[in-house]
């Protein structure tokens, strides 16, 4: 299983690691240039599941950030990282916005397979991820609400938080995705890249199986949620680099 690659070098719960492991198992052919694209981005690094793929792997980016504070850290992330195109807006979900994931894409020189999407708002991940119709990542990872266990169908709205797993990874089916792992947020590939992945077949069927049940009870979550807006963003990068020096 995937779960045993985890690592963190901005990510929060393993995915650099697992990111790492999947694109050594897919064997891709390599175009001169790879991309990936991330919103919220935030300052493009804390809790990043892309940022080791710009730094260590030369990736190019599309990174979305609707804060403008925020957007100003991502800002001076792009003066030291120029292989990052970084754009502040708010990612909508409805098709004919002109801030619509599509047309915020079409703007830029991504191509439409670009290898690596992350999706984490907060709220209607899966939405955006749904209105996405003219791009088709190999890779997906879209944050959940991870203490609704699997079996029960929820999508974020004004009085529910959070999307479910068996949600997120019913459409994902739908769409031609397959679930490979689950940290807290789920990773989809292409069902045509999935053999190369050599996932048992009961987790291939039963994709419930990739749960991880310990989030049912975590409380942490809520807290670094917090955590993100009290903060200034250099007091939580200190506290990334001292968590990489004390356990890498």
Known sequence: MLEEYKKNYYSQNG?????????????????DVQWCCEFGA?????????????????FRSVYIEGDKKKFYQLSKTKEIFPNILAINKYVDYKKKSKNSLDNILKK????????ILSIDIDSNDLKVWKSLKNYSPKIVIIEINSQIKPGIYQEHSKTKQGNSFTS???FAEKKGYKLVCHTGNCIFIKKK???KIKLEKKF??????LFDQSWLN???????????IVLPNSFISKLREIKIFLFN
């Open 168 to 170: 997120t990874v019913s």
């Open 204 to 209: 291939l069927n039963k994709p419930e199986l």
């Open 15 to 31: 995915e650099d690691g697992i990111i790492l492991e999947i694109f050594k198992r897919l064997k891709l052919k390599k175009r």
């Open 218 to 228: 975590k409380k942490e979550n809520f807290l670094k949620r917090f955590l993100k």
């Open 108 to 115: 830029t020189k991504i191509p439409k397979n670009f290898e």
């Open 193 to 195: 890249y999935i053999n």
């Open 42 to 58: 935030w300052d493009g690094k804390h809790g990043s599941n892309t940022f080791n793929l710009i730094e260590k792997y030369k």
